[in-house]
C-alpha cells in the first residue's frame, strides 16, 4: 500500500539520515538524477566530481549497454555481460547516493521527486528516462511484438526463439512447422540489421547442431523496411553493402514493405503480402518515455520534451533533460536517439549545472558526430567515421574495438571478449538457455503460466492461478494477448 504525497517520508541529502561524515555537505545544492541510461549515468558520473550532492533514481539497480542488448536476445552475451551495478559504478564517489524505485511523480513548483514510499527534494533536477517503442497505432503490434528496449525484453526474445525451435522439432504439420521457423523483423535499422544477422549466424551455427532431426532450411528471417534502403543516415553504398552482405547470409530482405497489421499467426503489409510468423520483432521506431503533459512539459510528436539549446526546461532553468527524452534541433534536423546523444548531453547537463551552483551561466549544447557503426555478421559491418566510409574486416575491427572499450568494466569487457572469441572460433552461441519465468508474489516466487499465440496454455512446474498477473517483473515467452 502506498503512502499519500503528504504522508511520505523524505529521502536524500536533507533528510536526517545520513552518517556524521556527510554533515559537511549540508550547504551543497542537492540534483536528483531520474534515469540511469546513458544520458543519466553520465549526468552523475560528471555530476560526482563537483561540489554537489546527487541523488541517481532508477527502477533498477544496473546500467545496460544497450547497443549490445540484441545479442542478449540472440542468445551470444549473457545479461550480466551487459550490465554493471549502478552501486559499483560509484563506489569511490561519496557524493552520490542510489535509490531503487519508479518515478511516480515530479513536483515542478515544488521541487519534489516521489517514488513509491518516498520523496526526495531536489535544487537541480536531470530527467533521462529514455525511450519506449513508438508502434504508430498499429493493430496487434503491441499485444504481439516483440521490442528490444530492456533487458527483460532481450531475455523474453531469446526465450521466444528458443523456445519456438523446441516447438518446430515437436510440429507434425508443415505448416505450423514452418511459422515457428519464421521471424520477421521489422526496422531495417541499425537494431534490426544487427539482429537479423546474429540471429542467421544464430540459426546456422549452433541451432543447425542442436537440432540434427530439423530441417533449418526451412527456417527464414525475414527483414522488413518501410523505406527504399537500410541504415537511414548511412552513405548510400554502405547501405547497399550491408543489404547484399544480409542477402548472402540467406536473410529475405524486403524494402518498401509497410506493415498494417500483425495477429498471432501472421504479418501484414500494405502490399496484401501475409507473412505467416509465429515471432515478430519490432525495432521500427521508438519515442520519448514519459507522460510529459502530466508534469506540465511541451513535448514534440515523438513524445520528446522541449528544451532550450542549454538542455534546460523553459521556464525551469533547475531542470534539465538528456538522451533520448530530449527534443533537439541542430542544424534544422532533430538529433537521433542513440547512446552517444545520450552520453554528449548528460556530460553537458552535469557541467552546465555545476556551473549553475557556482554562479555561472550555462553554455549551450552542440552535438559531435563520432561515427557510425553497424555490424552485420562475422567478419562483416559498415563504419563511417571521421567521413570515411569502411565496409567487411576494417570496419568489424572497428566495431569490435569501439564497443569493447565503451563498456563500463574490465570485467565486462573480458567476458564479451572471450565470448566473441569463442562464437568467432567455434561458431557456437553459448547462451541457448530458455529462462524459467518468475513473478514476486509476497515472500516468494511463483513460476507463471506460458500463453501460446494460438490460444494453448503451457504450465510450468509450481504455478498458481493467483500469482498470475501482468507483473513488469514477469518475462513471458510469449507477448501479453
Same mark, same amino acid.
Request: aromatic share 10%; net charge positive; charged share 20%.
Given at each position: ?6 504522508? /511520505? ?11 556524521? +561524515? ?25 555530476? $560526482? ?12 539497480? !544496473? ?16 545479461? $550480466? ?11 569511490? /564517489? ?14 515542478? +513548483? ?25 508502434? !504508430? ?20 526474445? @531469446? ?48 541451432? %543447425? ?5 530439423? %530441417?533449418? =532450411? ?22 547497399? !553493402?550491408?543489404?547484399? =552482405? ?24 500494405? %502490399? ?84 549553475? +551552483? ?8 552542440? !552535438? ?95 504455478? +498458481?492461478?493467483? $500469482? ?12 501479453? @494477448?
Amino acid at each position: 500500500m502506498l503512502l499519500p504525497f503528504e504522508n /511520505r517520508p523524505m529521502l536524500g541529502w536533507d533528510s536526517g539520515q545520513s552518517p556524521t +561524515s556527510d554533515k559537511s555537505r549540508a550547504h551543497r545544492s542537492n540534483v536528483v538524477v531520474l534515469g540511469a541510461g546513458f544520458g543519466g549515468l553520465w549526468a552523475a558520473k560528471t555530476l $560526482a566530481k563537483g561540489p554537489v550532492n546527487v541523488s541517481l533514481i532508477d527502477r533498477h539497480n !544496473y546500467h545496460t549497454f544497450f547497443p549490445l542488448l540484441y545479442q542478449v536476445g540472440a542468445a551470444e552475451l549473457d545479461p $550480466a555481460d551487459i550490465t554493471q551495478p549502478l552501486r559499483k559504478i560509484f563506489w569511490n /564517489r561519496t557524493n552520490v547516493r542510489f535509490f531503487l524505485g519508479d518515478v511516480q511523480e515530479v513536483d515542478l +513548483s515544488a521541487k519534489v521527486v516521489r517514488i513509491p514510499g518516498h520523496e526526495i527534494r531536489y535544487d537541480y533536477l536531470v530527467v533521462a528516462l529514455g525511450s519506449m517503442p513508438n508502434f !504508430y497505432g498499429i493493430p496487434g503490434l503491441a499485444e504481439y511484438a516483440f521490442t528490444l528496449k530492456s533487458l527483460e525484453q532481450g531475455i523474453t526474445l @531469446r526465450n521466444q526463439i528458443l523456445t519456438s525451435f523446441e516447438r518446430a522439432a515437436c510440429e507434425v504439420d508443415p505448416e505450423r512447422r514452418q511459422a515457428w521457423l519464421t521471424f520477421t523483423i521489422v526496422g531495417g535499422g541499425p537494431t534490426g540489421v544487427e539482429f537479423a544477422g546474429a540471429l542467421m549466424e544464430l540459426i546456422h551455427g549452433s541451432l %543447425d547442431r542442436d537440432f540434427p532431426h530439423l %530441417d533449418l =532450411r526451412q527456417a527464414r528471417v525475414v527483414l522488413l523496411e518501410a523505406s527504399d534502403h537500410l541504415l537511414e543516415g548511412m552513405p548510400e553504398k554502405l547501405s547497399a !553493402y550491408a543489404q547484399g =552482405r544480409l542477402k548472402n547470409m540467406g536473410i529475405d530482405v524486403r524494402l518498401n514493405s509497410r506493415v498494417v497489421k500483425i495477429t498471432p499467426l501472421e504479418v501484414l503489409t500494405r %502490399d496484401g503480402t501475409r507473412i505467416s510468423s509465429r515471432t515478430v520483432v519490432w525495432t521500427a521506431g521508438v519515442q520519448g518515455n514519459i507522460s510529459a503533459r502530466q508534469w506540465g512539459l511541451a513535448t514534440n510528436r515523438h513524445n520528446q520534451v522541449e528544451v532550450l539549446p542549454t538542455l534546460q526546461v523553459p521556464d525551469h532553468p533547475e531542470v534539465y533533460v538528456v538522451g533520448d527524452l530530449a527534443g533537439i534541433q541542430q542544424d534544422g534536423r532533430p538529433l537521433p536517439m542513440i547512446a552517444q546523444v545520450g552520453i554528449q548531453t548528460g556530460t553537458v547537463a552535469g557541467r552546465n549545472i555545476l556551473r549553475q +551552483s557556482a554562479g555561472k551561466p550555462p553554455q549551450p549544447f552542440r !552535438y559531435h558526430e563520432k561515427g557510425t557503426l553497424d555490424v552485420i555478421g562475422r567478419n562483416a559491418a559498415v563504419a563511417y567515421i571521421w567521413r570515411q566510409a569502411f565496409r567487411g574486416f576494417p570496419a568489424w575491427l572497428i566495431w569490435v574495438w569501439v564497443h569493447i572499450f565503451n563498456l563500463i568494466g574490465y570485467r565486462n569487457r573480458f567476458l564479451v571478449l572471450i565470448n566473441w572469441a569463442w562464437d568467432y572460433l567455434f561458431s557456437e552461441h553459448s547462451v541457448r538457455i530458455i529462462v524459467p519465468t518468475e513473478i514476486h508474489t509476497g515472500n516468494s516466487f511463483t513460476t507463471t503460466e506460458i500463453p501460446d499465440k494460438v490460444g494453448v496454455l503451457v504450465r510450468l512446474p509450481g504455478y +498458481s492461478p493467483a $500469482a498470475s498477473s501482468r507483473s513488469s517483473h514477469a518475462a513471458p515467452l510469449e507477448p501479453p @494477448r
